[in-house]
């Protein structure tokens, strides 16, 4: 009788453990990583380098804010991409073309202008230079556009990650009493 009581225990315990929900590491209606925090340190590092460069470009030259140019370029140029690495989503997109473009652009307009405008030019500036003034407005242009993209995509590329990495660990019965069940998607 001791025998029969021990199996009634045991079935009685599974019942009850496969009665139960399934214990779920990551949900598919929970977000492990953070939607709107990609979207905060996209903007957030991103607006505070155009303060930087805002505050470096209106201090007049020599000036002790002339130091935040530098970081403040880093901090503009990196800073809509921490997003997307912060949801490990590293890959090239529309909008980081966008953005080097833009650079590349501005960094041509800059050239010209520089070649337009040189030493035996006095008072010559970007009005005197068109094709210089087209690249560097253009350039900004754009990546302003892929800035702004990265920025808004961020939150999209964390909700792929959470959807990416879902695991689940259940009980199930196996032959001779009760197991467990791991089960994900990995991609």
């Known amino acids: 009788m001791p025998r029969a009581r021990g199996r009634h225990v045991h079935r009685l315990v599974l019942v009850v453990l496969l009665l139960s929900s399934s214990a779920r590491a990551l949900a598919d209606d ?4 953070s939607p709107a925090l990609a979207i905060g340190l996209s903007a957030g590092v991103t607006a505070g380098g155009v303060a930087m460069l805002a505050a470096a470009t209106a201090s007049g030259p020599r000036s002790a804010l002339e130091d935040f140019a530098f970081p403040g370029v880093i901090a503009v140029v990196v800073g809509p991409h921490l997003g997307h690495f912060y949801a490990q989503d590293v890959r ?5 073309d966008l953005e080097v473009f833009g650079l590349v652009s501005m960094a041509g307009g800059a050239g010209v202008g520089l ?5 035996a030019k006095p008072g010559c500036g970007l009005r005197d230079a068109p094709a210089a003034y087209a690249l560097l407005i253009g350039g900004a242009a754009a990546m302003a556009t892929g800035i702004v993209w990265n920025i808004a995509s961020s939150g999209q ?3 792929r990650y959470n959807r990416a990495h879902h695991l689940a660990f259940a009980p199930a019965p196996v032959r001779g009493g009760v197991g467990f ?3 994900g998607r990995f991609q």
């Open 30 to 33: 929970s977000d492990p990583e």
């Open 92 to 96: 090239m997109t529309p909008a980081i």
């Open 115 to 119: 070649l337009e405008c040189d030493d």
């Open 157 to 159: 590329a964390v909700r």
């Open 181 to 183: 069940v791991l089960s």
